[in-house]
């Protein structure tokens, strides 16, 4: 099983600022990455896949960047709507395998 | 608009069974796999399994292998996972999520989900 680690858990930033992501897989994925947004009491949005294509509707303040074992997601200037739990996927191999999620919260 | 509504969670005794289902609209679901996604309270994203499109493959985590089975009726636009042996820790709340093609990949569309509690 492949297994993914997310860093940091928890990330404290400000309106406007840059937020930077990080994933990391134990064993080669490609490029066969996704990314989700989860905010409290929803369900889970897909946000990238192919570890740098946005989803239909995802504003171009998210991109998505790494292959192989290393992958960064990046909020370039966050919104309010933005703070959120933020999972890491991989679909290379089976069993697919989530993160264990960055949650970011306002500072 | 693409619609996943699951439905059939509930309360139920340990070693028991549940039989959730998952009704999709406004996509040609018979083209598509479907995955079942599970989050415990306060805990993370765990995958549990998926059917290809056409059904001829099944996939699923270690911790539900041979307690699951995971089914789809494309003439009812309808996927089903039949969990049997329940245990405390698959209490969560079950999410239904649509494929982004015929095989078992990244997830595109999510449904809210329905909750299982596993308690005496």
């Known amino acids: 099983e492949i297994v993914m680690t997310q860093s940091p858990a928890t990330l404290s930033v400000s309106p406007g600022e840059r937020a930077t992501l990080s994933c990391r897989a134990s064993q080669s994925v490609g490029s066969n990455l996704a990314w989700y947004q989860q905010k409290p009491g929803q369900a889970p949005r897909l946000l990238i896949y192919?570890?740098?294509t946005r989803a239909t509707g995802i504003p171009a303040r998210f991109s998505g960047s790494g292959s192989g074992t290393e992958f960064t997601l990046t909020i370039s200037s966050l919104q309010s709507e933005d703070f959120a739990v933020y999972y890491c996927q991989q679909y290379n191999n089976w069993p697919l395998t989530f993160g264990p999620g960055t949650k970011v919260d306002i500072k | 608009e693409v619609q996943l509504l699951e439905s059939g969670g509930g309360l139920v005794q340990p070693g028991g069974s549940l039989r959730l289902s998952c009704a999709a609209s406004e996509f040609t679901f018979s083209t598509y796999g479907m995955s079942w996604v599970r989050q415990a309270p306060g805990k993370g994203l765990e995958w549990v399994s998926c059917?290809?499109?056409?059904?001829?493959?099944?996939y699923y985590a270690d911790s539900v292998q041979g307690r699951f089975t995971i089914s789809r009726d494309n003439s009812k636009n309808t996927v089903y996972l039949q969990m049997s042996s329940l245990r405390a820790e698959d209490t969560a709340v079950y999410y239904c999520a649509k494929s982004w093609r015929a095989n078992c990949y990244y997830m595109d569309v999510w449904g809210n989900g329905t909750t299982v509690t596993v308690s005496s």
């Open positions: 059917i290809t499109a056409s059904a001829g493959n099944t």
């Open positions: 192919g570890a740098s």
